[in-house]
């Protein structure tokens, strides 16, 4: 019968000791807040950002978040409206050359920037999907054009 007041006696003082390392750390941390405070110049308990709290629309998330600005055919309404009009009736080869002929060089843009806005937005228009030829990999047979 001895053991058990032990054990309570063994509990009891390490309950203790914990008490006392619990102290002793907050008045450590109360130390520590009391010396680097003064040279902080907002509150500990402030938010790091107030502007991050408020909330965002899908939209406006996206512009702020994606890399880069947007590309040449959707900053520029006409060569968008140009491409847009052409996107179901000519292959992406055949828009680039035509907004070559009809655009100056700053605004021309090349065949793969065609494929990419199609496949952005492009391919959501109304009507059909666009015109994909690949008759450009296949040689004529016995020189024929």
């Not at 907002?42 to 600005?69: E, I, Q, V, W, Y």
């Not at 309404?77 to 055949?94: G, N």
């Amino acid at each position: 019968m001895s053991k058990r007041p032990s054990n309570r006696l063994q509990i009891e003082f390490h309950a203790r000791r914990v008490v006392e390392a619990a102290r002793a750390t907050e008045e450590a941390a109360a130390a520590l807040i009391a010396e680097v405070e003064p040279g902080v110049k907002a509150p500990f308990n402030a938010p790091l950002n107030p502007h991050s709290t408020a909330p965002m629309d899908l939209k406006t998330f996206r512009r702020r978040h994606t890399l880069g600005g947007l590309s040449k055919i959707e900053g520029d309404p006409e060569l968008r409206a140009f491409v847009a009009a052409r996107i179901h009736m000519m292959t992406f080869a055949e828009i680039a050359a035509q907004v070559a002929e009809t655009f100056p060089p700053e605004r021309r843009v090349a065949l793969s920037s065609v494929h990419r806005w199609w496949q952005k937005y492009g391919r959501h228009l109304e009507g059909q999907s666009a015109k994909i030829s690949f008759n450009h990999l296949i040689p004529p047979l016995g020189g024929q054009t």
